[in-house]
């Protein structure tokens, strides 16, 4: 293609500019804004005004390949003005009607960020800033690979560290004390400076690791080193599992009590997402009411043990004796919700499941069931377990509890999957009818997958209690059944390593991110529509699952479902 | 083997019968407890049902969305009640600005015609965004994943409303000419139920005729018999869809501006959640995929939703029945999923595999 193809360019820059709208409209500009990522010129904000328009400028110049550089720059700076023109629009809009009365975020404030604090002559600056932006993308896709490569990479990196300078802190803050923090962190925000020195010694280290694949790559096609790479990455992965395992003991202590409590929240979804994983992703029947056993292992164990007047257990229990019960509990409601629903599938199965879930929420919230739930009170005054007399009473210590859980609930978890009923869940997932044509009792084995199931939940749900030591009925709503699917299909489903990616993604990474909590959800809206489109198999997913669903990719247009 | 497998398959027969029973006992029992012991009057029962029949008819507007788009994707686009809240939400500015001005208290017809085809079309552009950003490219996709993006746009639609229009709750103005009462068969009733229930009904009918009798409502029927076929005879496959999902966006946002009327409180971006599932349990009622059937169905579940704290948990002798209320409706949907699947009017599950 020799020309400019404008209809491309126009296009792509419309819908960067159109994002840049959308954020700037819900309010998420102005919320994020307040975070600065590199020194105070560079914030969060801009990652969403801008991260649109960048990504218009370096598709535009994709569409234009064969082109020169100079075609590429042109069509991308076209781009970037069409890009500036929705977010203009608004702010012209702005400034002679009252929009604020219903668009609550179309504030002073969100005007000045999107003005540069120039009033009318920033709109020009705007128009400069998504012009200058999408030509960079543009730049920067006709660079050669290696480069493209390694600099977005380490640019990527360097916004990563930005956004979670606060583990950056905290580390940093226990190995070398409080000062060196100082020294490259202004605030939250990285000092240009380190975030220059960052920039140029991961872009060296990317570059030299490219080269040593390079070389790698030419001597594996030689065949010499097969038997060796074989070898060292054996021992590679032995050394990674060991080095896994020291962090994880030694976790707490290095980052605190706050990110502490950030890690029992990602273990308590584990535990969670685990236990799903069992009904969804070996088994095939998506359960959107997971977070009625959560709730049933939460009360089951805070009406054994509270010290308050609800208590049912006479006394008699401690965290460690009522820790059985508790799952046989929420494994015998597991088998008993798993009963009506034996014969449905698919989509009703999922509403029936949402069903169970908010029919037990209403109830734990009724004055009907008050005398033994609390109502609305919930349970109070749940003690804290005792490990040999040493009280769990803290995050560092109840991390523990959650990680023995989960590694627990992992290690049979992977047994299940190779064992005989493993494959028979599989085999259920695959189609229903075949599967019990070939023998599989499809009454037991469902039953089997919704009792373990609620077995692991109950688990999460009873370190919950003890964790929190009050639980109400608020804490058990849909958003914990939404939560722990979402973890489970965006790390893979069927995949252990994906349920534990997942977990770090959406649960660790959002407490993180406090300050943004209200927009937590609509980011996890879009990441599941994301991941449907582009990656339904997840981040690490289970090799069935990647290989079915390619096999769905290479079918013919028209087969209808 | 066969006889194994027929064992097996009656234990569950037997469980899920007994069940059934269990259900029914109770259901007479509270009935019967309630009525012999006298606790309301009739005219208490009336206010009751007309209200209800008011809510059901808003429940069946909702439903016809579900049904619609299952009829012809064998989808259910679980963001549905999202659609509904979003022209609710929207057309909530336009009321109070209509309020203002004063055009509500001088041409009350006009502006609520005004405000429910604003909210008409807030819905179905919202739904044909939907469906084209969300559920077209996935339409050969295994069934879990259209159902997992659609939880994940319900959701979105909930916080970017939640974003445009902030978190607090709004109210539609009060219209001076549905205030008052009617005397409908010796009962008093407030105004606006009859109102809201006549025009909810026109619109189902208008809807009936237009599926039934008109070439656009053919292909769309055509295309939920069997799209290939329908492809071969010359349909526009994906603009019977689009205009699918834009018509049942469109009553869905009539829903919400009927909803305003009947209970101006209580707008906010989470109100679409319980509407949703209970419009789809409405649909499944009356049998996913037909017509009549959500109809039907929304205005029994309103009847039920309504009667049912009353009629049947007091009679239990369930204290604060009405906590339960949501609970109703959940209970039904389960119920009917197990015990008829099919719903009251439908046959077409099972050929076609829930």
């Known amino acids: ?561 | 083997m066969f006889k194994k497998t027929l064992a097996r398959l009656s234990w569950v027969d037997i469980f899920l019968r007994v069940l059934q029973l269990v259900a029914a006992i109770v259901i007479v029992y509270g009935l019967v407890t309630t009525f012999t012991t006298a606790r309301y009057s009739s005219e208490q029962w009336a206010t009751l049902a007309f209200a209800g029949l008011a809510q059901g008819s808003i429940y069946a507007l909702i439903a016809l969305g579900y049904t619609l788009v299952y009829g012809i994707l064998l989808m259910i686009n679980f963001a549905h009640g999202e659609i509904y809240m979003a022209g609710a939400f929207s057309t909530v500015f336009l009321a109070m600005y209509f309020d203002r001005n004063g055009f509500l208290a001088s041409n009350p017809l006009v502006a609520i015609i005004v405000l429910i085809l604003f909210s008409a079309a807030i819905s179905s552009g919202i739904a044909i965004l939907l469906e084209r950003i969300a559920y077209r490219p996935l339409r050969n996709a295994p069934r879990l994943i259209p159902l997992i993006t659609a939880i994940g746009a319900s959701f979105l639609l909930q916080y970017t409303f939640r974003g445009l229009f902030g978190s607090q709750f709004r109210s539609y103005p009060e219209v001076s000419i549905l205030r008052g009462t009617w005397t409908i068969l010796g009962f008093n009733v407030p105004i606006v139920q009859p109102v809201v229930f006549l025009a909810a009904v026109s619109l189902m009918i208008t809807l009936y005729w237009y599926v039934e009798r008109t070439k656009a409502g053919r292909a769309m029927r055509a295309v939920s018999e069997d799209k290939a076929v329908a492809r071969l005879m010359g349909v526009d496959i994906d603009k019977v869809i689009v205009s699918t999902f834009a018509l049942g966006g469109a009553l869905a946002g009539a829903a919400g501006v009927f909803n305003g009327l009947f209970r101006p409180q209580g707008v906010f971006f989470l109100m679409g959640f319980f509407p949703g599932i209970k419009a789809f349990t409405a649909a499944v009622l009356g049998g996913i995929g037909n017509i009549p059937g959500a109809m039907f169905g929304g205005l029994l579940l309103g009847l039920i939703e309504s009667l049912g704290p009353n009629a049947v948990l007091e009679g239990l002798g369930i204290p604060a029945a009405n906590q339960l209320k949501d609970a109703i409706a959940f209970t039904v949907l389960v119920l009917i999923l197990i015990f008829r699947p099919q719903g009251i009017f439908g046959e077409r599950l099972a050929e076609k595999k829930a």
């Open chain 1, 1 to 561: 293609m020799k020309t400019i193809d404008w209809k491309t360019a126009i296009r792509n820059g419309l819908v960067g500019g159109v994002i840049a709208l959308y954020f700037s409209m819900i309010g998420m500009v102005e919320a994020f804004s307040g975070r600065n990522l590199i020194g105070d010129f560079f914030n969060m904000g801009h990652l969403l005004l801008f991260g649109g328009v960048l990504a218009a400028g370096i598709l535009t110049a994709r569409a234009h390949k064969e082109a020169s550089v100079g075609i590429n720059a042109f069509s991308s700076l076209v781009a970037g003005l069409a890009a500036g023109i929705p977010t203009t629009l608004l702010i012209l809009l702005a400034n002679n009607v009252e929009l604020q009365s219903v668009f609550v975020s179309v504030n002073r404030t969100l005007l000045a960020l999107l003005t540069f604090e120039r009033g009318m002559s920033g709109l020009g600056l705007f128009f400069l800033a998504t012009s200058l932006i999408a030509l960079a993308g543009g730049l920067y896709d006709s660079l050669p690979g290696v480069y493209k490569r390694t600099l977005g990479l380490s640019l990527s990196v360097v916004v990563v560290v930005a956004v979670f300078s606060n583990i950056v802190t905290q580390i940093m803050t226990t190995l070398f004390g409080r000062p060196s923090v100082r020294l490259i962190l202004d605030g939250d925000a990285l000092k240009p400076l380190s975030a220059a020195v960052l920039f140029v010694v991961l872009t060296g280290i990317f570059i030299l690791r490219e080269q040593r694949r390079v070389k790698a790559e030419k001597l594996v096609a030689s065949g010499a080193a097969a038997i060796e790479s074989k070898r060292a990455s054996l021992q590679r992965q032995v050394i990674l599992f060991v080095g896994i395992g020291i962090l994880l003991l030694i976790a707490p202590y290095v980052l605190g009590s706050f990110l502490s409590q950030v890690l029992f929240e990602v273990g308590r979804f584990v535990l969670l997402g685990l236990g799903l994983n069992i009904v969804v992703g070996y088994a095939g029947l998506l359960d959107l009411g997971y977070v009625a056993f959560f709730a049933f292992g939460a009360y089951t164990m805070g009406i054994l043990t509270t010290t308050g007047p609800l208590n049912q257990g006479g006394g008699l229990f401690n965290f460690w004796l009522a820790l059985p019960i508790v799952v046989l509990v929420s494994v015998f409601f597991g088998i008993m919700l798993g009963f009506p629903v034996l014969r449905m599938r698919g989509d009703y199965l999922a509403i029936v499941t949402l069903g169970f879930g908010e029919i037990i929420r209403i109830l734990a919230l009724s004055d009907w069931l008050r005398p033994i739930m609390g109502g609305a009170q919930g349970v109070l005054a749940i003690p804290s377990p005792v490990f040999f007399g040493i009280k769990l009473d803290s995050p560092e210590k109840m991390y523990y509890l959650v990680l023995a859980g989960a590694l627990l609930v992992a290690f049979v978890s992977i047994r299940l999957r190779d064992s005989r009923l493993g494959r028979q869940w599989m085999a259920m997932r695959e189609d229903e009818d075949v599967a019990e044509a070939m023998g599989i009792n499809l009454v037991q084995t469902k039953l089997l997958a919704f009792a373990i199931g609620a077995g692991f939940s109950g688990l999460g749900g009873a370190i919950f209690a003890a964790r929190l030591g009050n639980i109400f009925p608020h804490s058990f709503n849909l958003l914990i059944s939404i939560n722990a699917l979402s973890l489970i299909i965006v790390g893979g489903l069927g995949s252990i390593p994906g349920v534990i990616v997942g977990a770090i993604a959406l649960v660790g990474l959002p407490e993180l991110l406090r300050e943004f909590q209200e927009y937590r959800l609509l980011m996890y809206g879009i990441l599941l529509i994301v991941m449907m489109l582009n990656r339904p198999e997840g981040f690490l997913p289970a090799e069935v699952f990647k290989r079915e669903l390619h096999a769905e990719e290479a079918e013919l247009p028209g087969a209808e479902a």
